[in-house]
């Protein structure tokens, strides 16, 4: 799959769009993903420019297709690969040569299989935030028994508001300049580590959106919040850099996320942006001001019963989004258009009754998408690949592959 930036956005008309999904899709039995690869070059092109020439790592949990993520990879601006789990990141470095885990890890034999292969120890990062993650590496196998490991620290990039409080995710304990430096120095006087990277993921920013449908007032709200939000933390991130900096030489500092490209880019401490969910552009997306990406990945289901005349039920459908429980985790129905959920019942885990379905029959199909990107994958085996309203190839996910790392 050859990730061309396409001459035409025929997802801003669906009425064309997802009836050409449709016939494209007509030999496939339900329920199925599809990729169209014009709408997912887009977004890979659309999130160069938002970077402003900074590289952009992949974030494979929004992904988890290895086919796009080295399809992507393939484009001058993309740079390796920042996985979720070791076990992942030590698959995916069987051909990927720059893979940093996102986040600490405790798995034993990942650990054992990491430090026992000078390939895999030379080609995937891990992440700490604290000294003991250090010495469950050491326990795992002693720094003289093993190949050096390589280092990642984690920053905090939420924000301490003297008005709202603490806004972002509770990741890191590593906050201030002193902290960091202090696990700096220890992880460089640790034999059989390596620092080599600093990251900081601003999820407040890289994951909130700013124009939520419906809700003015909060948008103006998050505006405020994510503007002085990223003010601190680029001041404090830089202050973070350069104490560590005069410590080690750092190959990278990693930022951001699909939300907040341009604020990470702008940042000159940082050396690299870090996204994912904006190359398939699942519905939670739809909700930012500054960027709008293109519905690449949706799955169909079919209507199997009318239990009234305005009514479609659908065979499953309840593929709920991870995060606080709301409406907006829900799948959303996108065409035919007009369709609602039913209050009482939902999105269901073997059937979804659908309102505004009068002119749906027995058979008939319904297009969905998902509210967050990688979660997708693990609902389907493949992803039908859509060129030019044709399937080219049948793409296997993580779970089409066998693997289901978390």
């Known amino acids: 799959m050859r990730l061309t930036r396409p001459t035409t956005e025929p997802w801003l008309a669906p009425e064309l769009y997802w009836p050409a999904l449709t016939g494209a899709t007509a030999a496939l039995g339900t329920p199925f993903g599809t990729i169209d690869a014009a709408a997912l070059a887009f977004n890979a092109h659309d999130m160069l420019r938002r970077a402003q020439g900074i590289p952009i790592r992949i974030a494979s949990k929004s992904v988890r297709v290895r086919g796009v993520i080295d399809a992507v990879l393939e484009l001058p601006g993309y740079r390796g690969v920042l996985a979720y789990t070791l ?3 030590l698959w995916l470095a069987e051909t990927i040569d720059d893979v940093v885990v996102g986040y600490p890890s405790v798995d034993r034999s990942s650990i054992a299989a990491l430090g026992s292969s000078p390939l895999l120890a030379g080609r995937v ?6 000294i003991e993650q250090l010495d469950i590496v050491d326990a795992v196998l002693p720094p003289a028994r093993r190949e050096n490991i390589r280092v990642c620290i984690e920053l905090n990039a939420s924000w301490k508001s003297r008005m ?3 806004l972002g995710v509770f990741r890191s304990p590593v906050f201030t300049v002193d902290q960091a430096v202090a696990l700096a120095r220890a992880v460089i006087a640790r034999p059989g580590f390596i620092l080599v990277g600093l990251m900081a993921y601003e999820s407040q920013i890289a994951g909130v959106v700013n124009r939520p449908a419906g809700k003015p007032a909060r ?4 505006d405020w919040v994510q503007k002085n939000s990223g003010e601190e933390l680029i001041r404090r991130r830089g202050e973070v850099v350069v104490a560590v900096r005069e410590l080690a030489e750092l190959e990278f500092v990693n930022g951001g996320g699909t939300g907040s490209l341009e604020l990470t880019a702008s940042d000159s401490s940082v050396t690299e942006v870090a996204a994912g969910s904006g190359l398939f552009g699942p519905h939670l997306f739809d909700g930012y001001s500054h960027f709008q990406p ?3 990945a949706a799955f169909a289901l079919s209507v199997v019963r009318k239990p ?3 009514m479609a039920t659908l065979l499953g459908g309840g593929w709920i989004a991870s995060g606080p429980p709301a409406l907006d985790r829900l799948p ?3 065409w035919p258009m007009g369709l609602g959920f039913v209050a009482r019942e939902m999105a269901g885990e073997v059937q979804t009754p659908l309102t ?3 002119a749906l029959s027995v058979g008939d199909r319904v297009w969905m998408r998902h509210t967050k990107a990688g979660e997708l994958s693990e609902h389907v085996n493949e992803f039908a690949i859509v060129v030019d309203e044709q399937v080219t190839e049948m793409m296997p996910t993580y779970r089409g592959e066998g693997k289901a790392f978390l």
């Open 87 to 89: 076990a992942e990141a």
């Open 125 to 130: 990062t891990i992440m700490v935030d604290s």
């Open 164 to 166: 709202l409080g603490y």
């Open 219 to 222: 948008g103006r709200i998050v």
């Open 294 to 296: 293109a519905p690449a």
């Open 308 to 310: 009234t005349p305005e």
């Open 332 to 334: 959303q129905p996108v």
């Open 356 to 358: 505004g379905a009068g």
